[in-house]
């Protein structure tokens, strides 16, 4: 039969130009926000965080943006590089709960050398 | 830099069989996760433990489902009795505080046939 999937956003972007990924997250309450990489095969891999007290927050060529008015987060990737092609995940958690995450569905990143 | 391990990387195994995934979470964490993902799907929460008990658990951890930490080093996830729609990617987390700095293992891929 046919299988159902999720149909993953593709961004394809040249070597050596920024990329950035867009995320909407469902929770008014949340206060905690971690951008993941993910390699096929492979673990959610940490990027980046940010509070939901701040509006964003810089990494070695990774910036996360947070815009808690419209629930929106994004990650920008400096000088992509072949190397950053995988699905990206942004993920929430919210005060209350004992710390579960609730990821979004992902974007696959493709780097065209 | 510390990594949490899990074993084994692929298990597979017939409909109704138990299985036991085992993860080693970082040895100075005090909180632990289970996710699962379905192939192609988003990585979706099964339960969070601190303190030796289920702190949090979502629909998907009914009572076929149960975790252990039987030493001071592994945390278990078993299945009692397997069903097709089990066959997943597992992975287990820790964390040094409920919202911080979230680790992921590289994950055990669960086949049941």
């Known amino acids: 039969g046919e299988s159902v999937g999720l149909h993953l956003p593709t961004l394809s972007v040249q070597e050596g130009d920024n990329s950035i990924i867009n995320c909407a997250y469902s929770n008014s309450a949340s206060d905690y926000f971690i951008w993941y990489k993910q390699e096929s095969g492979k673990g959610p891999q940490f990027i980046i965080d940010?509070?939901?007290?701040?509006d964003k927050r810089q990494g070695q060529r990774v910036t996360v943006l947070l815009n808690k008015t419209v629930k929106h987060l994004s990650l920008q990737i400096a000088a992509t590089q072949p190397g950053d092609s995988a699905v990206y995940f942004c993920?929430?958690?919210?005060?209350?709960?004992?710390?579960?995450?609730?990821f979004g569905k992902g974007t696959k990143l493709s780097v065209k050398p | 830099e510390p990594e949490v391990t899990q074993t084994p990387s692929h298990q597979v195994t017939q409909m109704g069989q138990e299985v036991i995934l085992r993860c080693v979470p970082i040895?100075?964490?005090?909180?632990f996760y289970w996710y699962r993902q379905i192939l192609g799907q988003k990585v979706e929460f099964l339960v969070s433990?601190?303190?030796?008990?289920?702190?949090?658990k979502s629909e998907i951890f009914d009572d076929q489902f149960s975790v252990e930490r039987p030493d001071g080093s592994n945390f278990t996830l078993k299945i009692r009795s397997t069903k097709l729609e089990d066959s997943a990617m597992y992975f287990c987390a820790s964390t040094r505080t409920a919202n911080y700095g979230y680790t992921f293992g590289s994950g055990t891929r669960l086949t049941v046939v």
């Open positions: 433990f601190y303190n030796n008990e289920i702190s949090e």
């Open positions: 040895s100075n964490h005090l909180y």
């Open positions: 993920a929430e958690n919210y005060g209350g709960s004992q710390g579960n995450l609730i």
């Open positions: 940010i509070r939901s007290n701040m």
